[in-house]
T-cell receptor, first 113, second 116 residues
Framework: AQSVAQPEDQVNVAEGNPLTVKCTYSVSGNPYLFWYVQYPNRGLQFLLK??????LVKGSYGFEAEFNKSQTSFHLKKPSALVSDSALYFCAVRDSGYSTLTFGKGTMLLVSP | DAGVIQSPRHEVTEMGQEVTLRCKPISGHDYLFWYRQTMMRGLELLIYFNNNVPIDDSGMPEDRFSAKMPNASFSTLKIQPSEPRDSAVYFC??????????????FGPGTRLTVL
């Protein structure tokens, strides 16, 4: 089975400060990991993914994520948050033996001016 | 490309009525997914197609739900009869043949369904 957990329902950060949105996963094979972002009344948009290779993955809008196999984590990070980053963020995982993605419940990121 | 297109964007209906949601995937994509999003259950995969063939419908909650993909450019999700607990946002997503390795799914804007 494959599963993903986002332990925080909401993350609050001031504009200009670094942000981290946490994600941990569980798979039996090799994990393929993804982050998506959802703005109000919109569909999910792909941010970045880890398939193989460098553990630090860079994505859209200045976001990056670090794959940590020993901690089974794939936390989303950004060095300097913008108010416009406020949105719902989803982590997703696919075990190499499965065909579909499993999404986390999402973390609401609120960036204050 | 216009991206994944879904219609209608909003649907309000009464309990017992039939509801049909529509999706046009991105041209060239051969995987299509239907998801449901609610506050309580988050994002759930209902069914997905590969080359117009349903591959896994284990997420379809009840026999009241059915999905079809008559061709590569169109899919429907039907609820008959609808119930208030079906109220949710329904998303369609599509992906390329490489989705098994890359899984970059492209989502439509969703249909917000309200069943009174």
């Amino acid at each position: 089975a494959q599963s993903v957990a986002q332990p925080e329902d909401q993350v609050n950060v001031a504009e200009g400060n670094p942000l981290t949105v946490k994600c941990t996963y569980s798979v039996s094979g090799n994990p393929y990991l993804f982050w998506y972002v959802q703005y109000p009344n919109r569909g999910l948009q792909f941010l970045l993914k880890y398939i193989t290779g460098d553990n630090l993955v860079k994505g859209s809008y200045g976001f990056e994520a670090e794959f940590n196999k020993s901690q089974t984590s794939f936390h989303l990070k950004k060095p300097s948050a913008l108010v416009s980053d406020s949105a719902l963020y989803f982590c997703a995982v696919r075990d190499s033996g499965y065909s579909t993605l499993t999404f986390g419940k999402g973390t609401m990121l609120l960036v204050s001016p | 490309d216009a991206g994944v297109i879904q219609s209608p964007r909003h649907e309000v209906t009464e309990m017992g009525q039939e509801v049909t949601l529509r999706c046009k995937p991105i041209s060239g994509h051969d995987y299509l997914f239907w998801y449901r999003q609610t506050m309580m259950r988050g994002l759930e995969l209902l069914i997905y197609f590969n080359n117009n063939v349903p591959i896994d419908d284990s997420g379809m909650p009840e026999d009241r739900f059915s999905a079809k993909m008559p061709n590569a450019s169109f899919s429907t999700l039907k609820i008959q009869p609808s119930e208030p607990r079906d109220s949710a946002v329904y998303f369609c997503a599509s992906g390329t043949q490489e989705v098994r390795n890359t899984d970059t799914q492209y989502f439509g804007p969703g249909t917000r369904l309200t069943v009174l």
